[in-house]
T-cell receptor
Framework: GESVGLHLPTLSVQEGDNSIINCAYS??????FIWYKQESGKGPQFIID?????DKRQGQRVTVLLNKTVKHLSLQIAATQPGDSAVYFC????????????FGAGTRLFVKA | DGGITQSPKYLFRKEGQNVTLSCEQN?????MYWYRQDPGQGLRLIYY???????QKGDIAEGYSVSREKKESFPLTVTSAQKNPTAFYLC???????????FGQGTRLTVV
């Protein structure tokens, strides 16, 4: 497997603050990127995606930034709420040349009330 | 309601036994996947299928087998050859390989 970490990095933020979760991806040929949220004991849920022809995409309270030069992806969550507490995964993939989606190790977001 | 369903939610198996995890989707998706997740870790791809009657090994296929006889079903068998089968297993589907995946709620397998 790729990018499987033994210990999840943790980000702790105060309720109402903005959160930024970072992800370094490995494959320069990746042309799509997806952020997922996983709550305890559940399957991951789609949050937002971005294609390589974009460098920014906004959703409801979330923004994804893509920097292809340094192979870096970030997820920004505005006005973080207790319900945002979860593990967040980035996934990268190639849409050509066969299936190759790789999940990052994940970051645990803890929101303090 | 459209979605992806995994069953059972919890499964206990004795060492040396094979066990099959069910995954069904009614989203009319072509692609289906099985991932394994260990505590505090990310998702690792076991097998994936892009179309009926076709499937490919992922990164950790040893000790597992799958079938894709119907578009909506992608069962995973954990065989006795899998040395460390205790884990959380996630099934997912997507319209195609480069679109968002919809995940089931997972099956937690424990070998006793």
């Amino acid at each position: 497997g790729e990018s499987v970490g033994l210990h999840l990095p943790t980000l702790s933020v105060q309720e109402g603050d903005n959160s930024i979760i970072n992800c370094a991806y490995s494959n320069s040929a990746s042309d799509y990127f997806i952020w997922y949220k996983q709550e305890s004991g559940k399957g991951p849920q789609f949050i937002i995606d971005i294609r390589s022809n974009m460098d920014k995409r906004q959703g409801q309270r979330v923004t994804v930034l893509l920097n292809k030069t340094v192979k870096h992806l970030s997820l920004q969550i505005a006005a973080t709420q207790p319900g945002d507490s979860a593990v967040y995964f980035c996934a990268e993939g190639e849409s050509t040349g066969g299936f190759k989606t790789i999940f990052g190790a994940g970051t645990r977001l803890f929101v303090k009330a | 309601d459209g979605g992806i369903t995994q069953s059972p939610k919890y499964l206990f198996r004795k060492e040396g036994q094979n066990v099959t995890l069910s995954c069904e989707q009614n989203l009319n998706h072509d692609a289906m996947y099985w991932y394994r997740q260990d505590p505090g870790q990310g998702l690792r791809l076991i097998y994936y299928s892009q179309i009926v009657n076709d499937f490919q090994k992922g990164d950790i296929a040893e000790g597992y087998s799958v079938s894709r006889e119907k578009k909506e079903s992608f069962p995973l068998t954990v065989t006795s050859a899998q040395k460390n089968p205790t884990a959380f297993y996630l099934c997912a589907s997507s319209i195609w390989v480069d679109t968002e995946a919809f995940f089931g709620q997972g099956t937690r397998l424990t070998v006793v």
